[in-house]
């Protein structure tokens, strides 16, 4: 089992940027973020493996960074250039396999207004 443990989410303004935060119990392959907005499936938004592969979404390429800390089993998330379509829920997962993640934090709440 991993436990996993999210934050940095908040309000911010459209063109703002935030940063998010996730440490793991345990050192795990996979680690990311998926995000789920009112009305919307939740959908996977950056990955990245132990050895530093990364996988983005169209919609955020270019404005958000995905990074990982194998010594403190902690993956990051960049944001930039927030705009009001990010807004949502924002759960850190990890797995054995980049797809499916196995394991899930509890979401952390990111507002952007515009």
């Known amino acids: 089992q991993v436990q996993l443990v999210e934050s940095g989410g908040g309000l911010v303004q459209a063109g703002g940027s935030l940063r998010l935060s996730c440490a793991a119990s345990r050192s795990i392959f996979a680690m990311g973020w998926y995000r789920q907005a009112p009305g919307k499936q939740r959908e996977l938004v950056a990955a990245i493996s132990s050895g530093g592969i990364t996988f983005y979404a169209d919609s955020v390429k270019g404005r958000f960074t995905i990074s990982r800390d194998n010594a403190k089993n902690t993956v990051y998330l960049q944001m930039n250039s927030l705009i009001a379509e990010d807004s949502a829920v924002y759960y850190c997962?990890?797995?054995?396999?980049?797809?499916?993640?196995?394991?899930w934090g509890q979401g952390t709440q990111v507002t952007v207004s515009s």
């Open positions: 997962a990890a797995g054995p396999n980049t797809r499916p993640m196995t394991y």
